[in-house]
Nanobody, 124 residues
Framework: VQLQASGGGTVQAGGSLRLSCTPS??????YGWFRQAPGKEREFVAA????????RYAESVKGRFAISRDRAQNTVYLQMNGLKPEDTAVYYC????????????????????WGQGTQVTVSS
C-alpha cells in the first residue's frame, strides 16, 4: 500500500496551496494530514472519514484549511488558504482502513499507513 502525497510548494503569506493524497489501491476508511516543522513534534492538521466526509480540524487551521474527498478520483484534498509562515512544515498524509469516530481522527496512532512528506514553505 502506498499513499501518494503531492501539492506542496513555496508561497507567500496569505497564499493558497492544495495538497492531494491518493492511495495505490482501494480507498481507506479514514484519512489524516499531519505536519512537522523543523525542531518540532509532528502535529495533527485535519482528517476526514471517507464514508460520510465528516471532517476534523486542528484549532490552528480552522477557517483556513478545508479537507475533502473525491470518490471518482479516489483522492483526499487539503485546501490551504490564508497560509501563514507558521504553517511551514513537511505535511504527511496518513490513512487507515477503519472508519474512525471523530475523536480518534486526530490521533497519530489511529493511522496505519503513511505517505512520504511534501514540503510546504510560506514566506513572510
Amino acid at each position: 500500500v502506498q499513499l501518494q502525497a503531492s501539492g506542496g510548494g513555496t508561497v507567500q503569506a496569505g497564499g493558497s496551496l492544495r495538497l492531494s493524497c491518493t492511495p495505490s489501491g482501494r480507498p481507506f476508511g479514514s484519512y489524516g494530514w499531519f505536519r512537522q516543522a523543523p525542531g518540532k513534534e509532528r502535529e495533527f492538521v485535519a482528517a476526514i472519514r471517507w464514508s460520510d466526509g465528516h471532517p476534523r480540524y486542528a484549532e490552528s487551521v480552522k477557517g483556513r484549511f478545508a479537507i475533502s474527498r473525491d470518490r471518482a478520483q479516489n483522492t483526499v484534498y487539503l485546501q490551504m488558504n490564508g497560509l501563514k509562515p507558521e504553517d511551514t512544515a513537511v505535511y504527511y498524509c496518513a490513512a487507515d482502513s477503519r472508519s474512525w469516530i471523530i475523536e480518534a481522527l486526530g490521533r497519530e496512532n489511529s493511522y496505519e499507513h503513511w505517505g512520504q512528506g511534501t514540503q510546504v514553505t510560506v514566506s513572510s
